[in-house]
């Protein structure tokens, strides 16, 4: 009884024990919220790349070398493998962009990036466009969630059925009766630029190599459209950088010969995609219709990976840190015997075996580490759980901004709370503080009792 | 000071039949409570060995009290280390309650002198975090498991507190060494040594840090003590006066104990 009694009196009565609770508590409250942070942006990277790709995309390789594949026999082909759901094809060409401006309209170059030889704005004003075909993209995609999705409700679409319609009263006077064509934009860029539904882009690129008019020249192809709404994946790189126009559109704007750069493919639920992407690139090379095909963990594998890394890298940076509390436990257990060697002796004298003795100091590391642990899981996992609230705290608090959201792609910061893996972490952290406080309990066991006695 | 009323009551001249009855005339007819043989211990010093016991022979009986005097540094405290297990002699053998205890294990010595021996040092050597209740309670906590202490707590606690207050300290029982004058240090350290009903009880120079007055009354209640409950007492002292009160008075000199 008397390793327990005193074991708790010594951490009660010494207030460099509640410093290693403390500080124990926060390795592991801080391992705990950067691996919840770390796992949250893992896991919303993932949801993000997965919203704003399909689970299988193929690539046809038009390089003008060999046939261009009409759409319609990829998908063909695409649609009549197994563990597929849905298909559709997408036009994709990077363009640039402009505020489309009249007689009459001008000074109103409100757009500030429209000076594209300015490296400030380049980045701005390059969108890719993509062509699609809203029915079907809306079977394979999450197309239609994110035209739901836009949160200022004088951006939304008129009617989410019919992305690409416009009442003809929001259109701007001029461009009203010109039979335009339509653009979705992303809701960030609009906000970003102060754009309007109704308003009109000049949308230019160069032709490819293979389009209507080859062999001419550079020609720009260039082409107004009207901005019929935005869309929002929550995904701030993708929203920043992307428009959609209608299959149609896109072929009279570019001026391509070919009618799909890439095939957007659903698969049904619980296929193994790694082998249905194998499947689809030997059925499309049977049939001569050279594509590469990549699911959509291999299109992101680097930035999923580079995320994974930092997260490993995090972790072992602060476990390292934990450990390094760890040994602050350590520390203050030796200087414990070293200060307790009189009563160790008067111990002795009295009877205490001496496995009792080290007992004392072993349960003195054990209960430190246990409750610092477990007061550093406390806290870790309330603010894991409210990082939010807690972010908005410290901001307002202490006027610094913790969380960018343009950095980050994120509007919130994403935690994803493993109560496993934490309480593993405690789990070791207690194991390995108890492991290294086995030697300072060695020596108050070892420490000759006379010798003890006589300690001045 | 409640002490003062308590402390005649304990006093010797109370009791003065246990002490009769250990006249030395018939010394064999009591239990032999420890042997000692021959117990030599030598130090290393640097390159040197000085050998501090050379040979101490002792027999203690039952209820007896012992007076060990002899110069500073003679080994007084090393013998006592020895009688109570905390050392063990380079040679020579030590028998306690018929036990041969030269070739316990550690762990066995340390129950024995658990159970059977209460040591009180000069300078009181309580432990500073706890209160002077469970300081006296202290060995008998180590003497019990979590559980059994759990079940007995109650009765053990009630005979620290009886022994505290047969001490005079009735009133002192919440409060901390460093709260404590000197003389009621020392009376913790007495009931601490005493809760246990330990047969031997082994005191280095009890009064050796105290004034005179103090010294007397702690001497007292500690021989009133040890006669009541018939405890073998073993006192190292520099006071002469002390040391006529015992039974025998023995000397340390040259390593070995003579009359
Ligand atoms: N561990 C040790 N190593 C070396 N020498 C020691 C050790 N312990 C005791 N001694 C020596 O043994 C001798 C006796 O010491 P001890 O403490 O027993 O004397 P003492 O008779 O109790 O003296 P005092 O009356 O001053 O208390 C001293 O000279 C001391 O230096
Ligand atoms: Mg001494």
Redesign the interface.
């Known amino acids: 009884m008397f390793v327990w009694f005193l074991a708790l009196r010594y951490l009660v009565a010494r207030p460099v024990s509640y410093l290693g609770i403390v500080a124990i508590g926060l390795g592991v409250g801080a391992l705990i919220v950067v691996l919840s942070v770390m796992n949250g942006f893992l896991e919303e990277t993932r949801d993000l790349v997965r919203g704003t790709t399909a689970d299988i995309v193929v690539f046809p390789i038009q390089d003008g070398t060999t046939r261009v594949v009409p759409r319609d026999e990829i998908l063909e082909v695409v649609n009549a493998q197994e563990g597929v759901a849905g298909a559709t094809g997408r036009l994709v060409r990077p363009a640039v962009y402009k505020l489309h401006t009249e007689q009459g309209d001008r000074g109103r170059m409100r757009l500030p990036d429209i000076n594209i030889s300015n490296s400030e704005n380049a980045g701005y004003s390059q969108v890719l466009v993509l062509g699609v075909d809203p029915d079907r993209e809306m079977a394979v995609s999450g197309f239609t969630d994110y035209l739901r999705d836009v949160r200022s409700p004088d951006l939304k679409v008129d009617d989410v059925r019919f992305p690409f319609r416009i009442h003809p009263g929001l259109v701007a006077g001029h461009l009203r009766n010109a039979g335009l064509p339509r653009i979705l934009v992303g809701e960030d860029l609009m906000l970003a630029m102060g754009l309007h539904k109704g308003e009109a882009l000049d949308i230019v690129t160069l032709p490819d190599e293979i389009s209507l008019e080859g062999g001419q020249g550079a020609k720009f192809a260039s082409d107004t459209f009207v901005i019929a709404g935005s869309f929002r994946t929550g995904h701030y790189d993708f929203d920043t950088g992307h428009m959609f126009v209608m299959t149609e559109a896109f072929l009279d704007w570019s001026g391509t010969a070919m009618d799909v750069s890439e095939v957007y493919i659903a698969a049904i639920e619980g296929t193994d995609l790694d082998a249905l992407r194998d499947r689809l690139d030997a059925a499309l090379d049977e049939k001569r219709m050279y594509a590469e095909v990549k699911t959509w963990r291999d299109r992101h594998a680097i930035m999923l990976g580079a995320v994974e890394n930092e997260r490993t890298i995090l972790a072992f940076v602060l476990g390292l840190f934990v450990l390094l509390t760890c040994t602050i436990t350590f520390m203050m257990l030796v200087m414990m015997v070293q200060e307790k060697v009189r009563d160790i002796g008067i111990l002795s004298a009295m009877g205490a075996p001496s496995v009792g003795i080290g007992r004392i100091f072993a349960v003195c590391g054990a209960l430190i580490s246990a409750v610092g642990g477990l007061f550093g899981l406390g806290v870790g996992t309330w603010v894991a759980l409210n990082a939010n609230p807690v972010k908005d705290w410290i901001e307002t608090t202490f006027g610094i901004e913790i969380f960018r959201k343009n950095v980050y792609a994120f509007t919130d910061i994403p935690t994803s709370v493993h109560h496993q893996l934490n309480a593993g972490i405690v789990a070791l952290t207690v194991v390995f503080s108890i492991l290294i406080c086995l030697y300072p309990a060695w020596r108050a066991a070892r420490l000759d009792p006379v010798a003890a006695l006589r300690h001045e | 000071m409640s002490d003062l009323e308590d402390a005649p009551s304990l006093s010797a001249e109370d009791h003065p039949g246990v002490r009769g009855a250990a006249a030395p005339a018939e010394p064999d007819a009591r239990e032999e409570i420890l042997v000692a043989r021959g117990l030599t211990r030598r130090f290393r010093m640097g390159s040197s060995v000085v050998e501090i016991l050379r040979g101490a022979d002792l027999t203690l009986h039952k209820g007896e009290i012992v007076a060990i005097m002899g110069r500073s540094g003679s080994g007084k405290s090393t013998l006592l280390?020895q009688l109570?297990l905390?050392?063990r002699p380079d040679d020579g053998e030590l028998v306690i309650r018929g036990e041969q205890t030269t070739t316990l294990s550690?762990?066995e010595r340390?129950?024995?002198?658990?159970?059977e021996?209460g040591?009180v040092?000069q300078f009181y050597?309580?432990?500073?975090?706890?209160t002077a209740l469970?300081n006296a309670v202290?060995?008998l906590?180590?003497?019990?498991?979590?559980l059994?202490?759990?079940a007995r707590r109650g009765s053990h606690t009630r005979r620290a507190r009886e022994m505290l207050s047969e001490l005079g300290l009735r009133e002192r029982l919440t409060h901390k060494p460093s709260q404590l004058s000197g003389g009621e240090r020392q009376r913790v350290a007495l009931a601490?040594a005493l809760v246990g009903q330990p047969s031997l009880l082994l005191c280095d120079e009890p009064t050796g840090n105290l004034d005179e007055t103090t010294s007397e009354r702690i001497a007292d209640q500690l021989f009133g003590l040890a006669e009541r409950h018939g405890h073998t007492l073993v006192m190292v002292t520099h006071d002469a006066d002390l040391a006529a009160r015992a039974d025998r008075i023995l000397t340390l000199h040259d390593g070995v104990l003579t009359d």
Do not use: K, S, T
């Not at chain 2, 050597?125 to 706890?130: R, V």
């Open positions: 280390h109570g905390l050392d550690r762990a340390c129950r024995l002198r658990n159970h021996i040591f040092f050597h309580l432990l500073p975090e706890l469970q202290m060995p906590m180590i003497d019990h498991g979590v059994a202490w759990l601490r």
